[in-house]
């Protein structure tokens, strides 16, 4: 009986239940005064502070006063704080990366700071030597990388922030030509997938002749071993619901992702990230206490962590004034950081074929990112530059169709202008721009909400050029049963990424592209033969001249509808407190890489579907031979060369 949205009318890349996004399903309990609540009224009152933000007519931005709502954050010595909290309740900030030129082999680096009581003075330690100034000039030659950097305030306060890393210390990736400097070829998208998995699993994939492999997001977000959600510990689509932009997720550290970086590199294969930067978490997934009044009954739950311990907060289902600010709690992800302006105001995203509302809705909850703030603009591209400066070769955009054209274009002239004028030649983007019903809003008129020509004018306006906005591409969702769905092509084919199937399908009852019977979803179809056909077609067909072409690789699910990835961050054995009863749906762990399987390892020894396990799709010889031969390698090799078993056929 819960409303399902899924991606086919969110394309947020992620498998929303309504009431999950906004922060629970079910009837959960917290403690309070020394009382369990469970189902019950809490104190008679189920009331909350939700409504009370919403947006006023066209409003689009919060008003000045939000600001003291800022500075939620518990100080060091209350029962609330933790070790991550650092003081961000006084003390914030992060370091942006400017290089020189486009031979980014120097660089500066800006601490940004703020801090309630600018009285204070500070003090910034690289690499533990002192200075007054925020800014200091690196280089390949002297500096090294990564820069540890601390700032101390005279009030006491200490702000660590993560290392930074540099475009010069990832090693060289070595190619042929076939993959045109990085713009053309294969990339494995692995589902699920940890970062050492992902590393030890990159000898292969650059045998067999692929461009790259793409990890889901890398940023900060959601965790919690204490509050199930639809039954599930840590569903997936929490990875989509970012808390901060420092690089700690599910799949590993920030030493674990440089280190996979670097091996897979080394191994001659790029690696790309999936962006969130559109959203921060949903309403009601924060550090706080929640309830609400639904079906007669006042569902609770309480506060959920996070892959590095960051707080953060929202508005969604709060009820009690913050102890520092005695103000209604508000969005904020001291982190990044983020405070209440940042944001739109709260508006229902009701209007699919309006730009107005595709843009300042919040989709499905989530706490909506002001992409006109210069600010918010600014804070995207160095999260953007720190992507590029650990070593990916670029990035997806999750669901980029809710940041309007003008605004994406923004940030990328500003992304560019921190890589020095250009974008690396290596570099690419694609964008998930779901096209269904909105085609002609969103693709086929010239409009100022289309990702087609006005984008492409949109991006030249703001300062680049032809080469860079090749490198940036619209993933295709209405590739392979539509295509090209306005008729004809409304920019060139080389700029479209395709794909058969891909993560967002995998969920029951998901509708985010219809492919009919031109393409096939592995974990639905249950038939091996056909996706192979579908994932061979891929790299067979010449009516596009597609340069990106991806490939799924992830995992099956169980049939009691566990759906988290299989690293064991789903397995309800590992779940804690007095919640774990709802923990029903259950994935045990299991080892993504395997370099004695070859493709398609999903039956279990009766040669029934298994559940739970890495499908491998990428190891299929068949689909490798495929690829090779579209990118013009050689497709008569021995197994060893490619990266395989001698057993795979």
Same mark, same amino acid.
């Given at each position: ?64 006063? =939000?600001?003291? *709502? &800022? ?6 010595? $209350? ?24 031979? &980014?082999?120097?660089? #500066? ?29 690196? $280089? ?50 692995? =589902? ?40 599930? &510990? ?10 901060? %932009? ?19 590199? *080394?191994?001659?294969?790029?690696? %790309? ?19 609400? @009044? ?43 950081? %983020? ?11 009701? $209007?699919?074929?309006?730009? =107005? ?37 670029? =990035? ?53 909400? @289309? ?16 080469? $860079? ?9 209405? %590739? ?39 393409? @096939? ?27 990106? &072409? ?31 009863? #709802?923990?029903?749906? @259950? ?63």
């Amino acid at each position: 009986g819960v409303p399902v949205m899924t991606a086919a009318s969110s394309g947020v890349g992620l498998f929303v239940v309504l009431v999950v996004a906004l922060g629970s399903l079910g009837t959960f309990a917290w403690h309070d005064s020394g009382t369990k609540h469970s189902g019950l009224t809490v104190e008679e009152d189920c009331s909350n502070f939700n409504g009370q933000d919403t947006c006023r007519g066209q409003q689009v931005d919060e008003p000045a006063s =939000f600001d003291a *709502r &800022r500075w939620q954050t518990p100080p060091r010595g $209350d029962a609330l704080w933790h070790e991550p909290y650092q003081d961000f309740n006084r003390l914030v900030g992060y370091a942006r990366v400017t290089y020189d030129d486009t031979k &980014r082999q120097a660089a #500066s680096v800006h601490v940004f700071t703020l801090r309630p009581d600018n009285s204070t003075t500070l003090t910034y330690y690289f690499n533990d030597v002192a200075s007054k100034d925020p800014i200091i000039d690196v $280089d390949a030659t002297s500096s090294p990388s990564p820069l540890h950097i601390r700032v101390e305030g005279s009030d006491g306060a200490v702000l660590e922030l993560d290392d930074v890393d540099f475009v010069w210390s990832a090693p060289s990736v070595v190619r042929g030509p076939e993959w045109e400097s990085g713009q053309k070829g294969s990339i494995v998208e692995l =589902f699920g997938w940890p970062y050492d998995d992902i590393a030890a699993e990159c000898a292969m994939l650059g045998k067999a002749g692929y461009l790259g492999v793409k990890v889901y997001p890398p940023q900060e977000s959601v965790l919690s071993d204490e509050w199930p959600q639809a039954g599930e &510990r840590n569903p997936w689509w929490f990875l989509y619901q970012p808390v901060s %932009y420092r690089l700690y997720s599910r799949m590993g550290t920030r030493d674990q992702l440089r280190d996979m970086i670097n091996t897979c590199r *080394r191994a001659g294969v790029r690696v %790309y990230a999936d962006a969130v930067v559109n959203h921060m978490s949903g309403g009601g997934n924060d550090v706080l206490n929640h309830r609400n @009044s639904a079906g007669g009954s006042c569902t609770t739950w309480g506060p959920k962590s996070s892959a590095a311990g960051s707080p953060y907060f929202t508005a969604g289902f709060a009820f009690q004034n913050n102890t520092w600010t005695h103000q209604h709690p508000s969005q904020e992800y001291p982190a990044v950081p %983020y405070g209440p302006r940042d944001f739109h105001c709260e508006r229902v995203l009701s $209007d699919w074929n309006s730009g =107005f509302s595709l843009n300042y809705g919040w989709l499905v909850g989530l706490s909506d990112l002001n992409s006109e703030s210069a600010y918010v603009r600014q804070r995207i591209a160095d999260y953007f530059t720190s992507l590029l400066g650990i070593g990916f070769s670029g =990035f997806r955009i999750d669901a980029a169709k809710h940041i309007a054209p003008d605004n994406l274009a923004a940030i990328f002239n500003l992304l560019r202008q921190n890589m020095g004028g250009s974008l690396p030649d290596d570099f690419i983007s694609y964008l998930e721009v779901l096209i269904g019903g909105e085609k002609d809003l969103l693709e086929c008129t010239d409009n100022s909400y @289309s990702y087609g020509q006005y984008f492409a004018n949109a991006l030249a306006t703001a300062g680049l050029s032809a080469e $860079d906005i090749a490198k940036i591409k619209i993933w295709e969702s209405d %590739y392979p049963k539509e295509f090209p769905i306005c008729g004809s092509w409304v920019i060139p084919s080389e700029r479209f990424a395709i794909q058969n199937d891909d993560h967002d399908q995998q969920n029951p009852g998901s509708t985010s592209r219809d492919m009919g019977d031109k393409g @096939s979803i592995l974990v639905k179809d249950k038939d091996v033969a056909k996706h192979r056909s579908f994932e061979e077609q891929l790299f067979r067909r010449t009516d596009g001249n597609w340069k990106i &072409r991806l490939v799924l690789s992830g995992y099956t699910f169980m049939e009691n509808g566990a759906m988290g990835f299989p690293d064991g961050k789903s397995d309800c054995a590992q779940c804690k407190g007095d919640q774990c009863a #709802s923990c029903t749906k @259950s994935m045990a762990y299991s080892k993504a890489h395997d370099d004695t399987v070859c493709g398609y390892t999903v039956y279990d020894a009766n040669g029934s579907w298994g559940q739970g396990v890495y499908t491998r799709v990428h190891r299929d010889k068949s689909i490798i031979i495929a690829m090779r031969d579209w990118m013009g390698l050689p497709t008569d090799v021995p197994n060893k060369d490619l990266g395989l078993p001698d057993s795979c056929a």
